[in-house]
């Protein structure tokens, strides 16, 4: 997980965030990447949230 720089969240429902944030901060606890977090009316096939990640890997 340090690999990763920036998150985006998506909800459906925003008051769900905080619980989300809970989680979120035990995967993250040194370090917290930049992170997007906004609502939307649906998502495709009628999920809840929706997260995607930008990580930077270091060549081998």
């Known amino acids: 997980m340090h690999d ?3 998150a985006n969240v998506v909800f459906t429902d ?3 965030a905080a619980d ?3 989680v979120y901060k035990t995967y993250f606890t040194e370090y ?3 992170r997007i977090v906004m ?4 998502l ?3 999920a809840n ?3 995607d990640a930008v990580a930077i890997l270091e060549e081998s």
């Open 20 to 22: 989300f944030d809970e």
């Open 44 to 46: 495709l096939g009628g």
């Open 32 to 34: 917290r990447p930049a």
């Open 14 to 16: 925003l008051t769900k």
């Open 39 to 42: 609502g939307v009316a649906g």
């Open 4 to 6: 990763i720089v920036k």
């Open 49 to 51: 949230l929706e997260l």
